[in-house]
């Protein structure tokens, strides 16, 4: 359909969430020397600026980023990606600028946390976005940039030569069909290369779909599988986003306890009394 603009939605409480955790394991492989390969489904536009027309038509990231950006009690969980998004707006005096004017998408997560010895595949179907991206990436070593199918092109590049690799898979979920054929492609992924890490994010929409995936995962080979959920609002019946999860394969041991620190932080920043989180190993190591 191509009709989907994650302009919109920039720095929304999805993306905290998201973002937070891509962050997170972005900086546990660079513990380690040697290289990884970062694989990005459905990268968008890269970077997003937040005083164009889509960010202000909706305002989403007012009540996501923005209501965390310059807490001084932010949980140290979360200082990889506040830090980050704070480097990206200093002012032309090096100082943090009070107002928020870019937000990154997630290949702009991953070039803050990507070195000389990483490789970064990033895949993009829109033909406005890819332009957008290509433009991002334009000094970016080591960054091979595709306008065509994200889900065949994360199986086409596994295992990456290193053995290391984190696989972001971040569809816009235009088609019903998106959830079980990301799930289905983790799993083919899995069998591939049983040691990456891969984050599946999904919205919140209908339950049943959700569980769908659940059920998709639990029934296959892969292991160790941590899920994360924080939803704005009760599960309805009507139409809208009411929350926002991942499905987390071989996450970083200590993402557990770190996430821990951050969700109900999310809650008290970002949600009300309405709103709920849920923190489980869905599947076993």
């Known amino acids: 359909m191509l009709s989907y603009r994650h302009a919109f939605h920039a720095g929304n409480f999805a993306d905290v969430l998201k973002h937070s955790v891509l962050s997170l394991v972005l900086d546990y492989m660079t513990r380690k020397e040697k290289g990884f390969c970062y694989i990005d489904s459905h990268s968008g536009a890269g970077m997003y600026q937040l005083a164009e027309e889509y960010a202000q038509k909706t305002g989403e990231y007012k009540d996501g980023i923005a209501k965390i950006i310059n807490d ?5 969980a979360l200082a990889p990606y506040l830090s980050l998004i704070n480097r990206l707006n200093l002012s032309p005096d090096s100082e943090a600028s009070s107002e928020l004017k870019v937000y990154p998408g997630s290949p702009g997560i991953a070039k803050a946390f990507v070195r000389r010895q990483d490789s970064s595949h990033l895949f ?3 033909p406005t976005d890819i332009k957008h991206l290509e433009d991002f990436c334009q ?6 940039v595709k306008q065509s199918d994200g889900y065949k092109g994360v199986l086409g590049l596994l295992p990456p030569p290193s053995r290391r690799g984190v696989v972001l898979i971040d569809p816009p979920y235009e088609l019903k069909e998106d959830y079980q054929k990301a799930v289905k492609t ?10 990456g890490t891969y984050i599946l994010w999904y919205p ?8 769908e995936m659940q059920q998709a995962f639990t029934a296959s080979a892969v292991k160790n599988v941590l899920q994360v959920e924080f939803c704005m ?12 999860g991942l499905f987390i394969v071989n996450p970083p041991w200590q993402l557990t306890t770190q996430l821990e620190e951050i969700l109900p932080y999310m809650k008290t920043k970002l949600g009300s009394n309405d709103s709920h989180y849920s923190l489980k190993q869905l599947i076993a190591e």
């Open 186 to 195: 983790i799993i083919k992924a899995y069998a591939k290369f049983s040691t």
């Open 233 to 244: 609002t009760a599960d309805t019946d009507e139409y809208g986003m009411t929350g926002t």
């Open 204 to 211: 919140v929409v209908k339950r049943e779909l959700v569980e």
């Open 72 to 76: 001084d009690h932010a949980p140290e």
């Open 124 to 126: 993009e179907l829109h």
């Open 139 to 144: 000094r970016w070593r080591k960054v091979f």
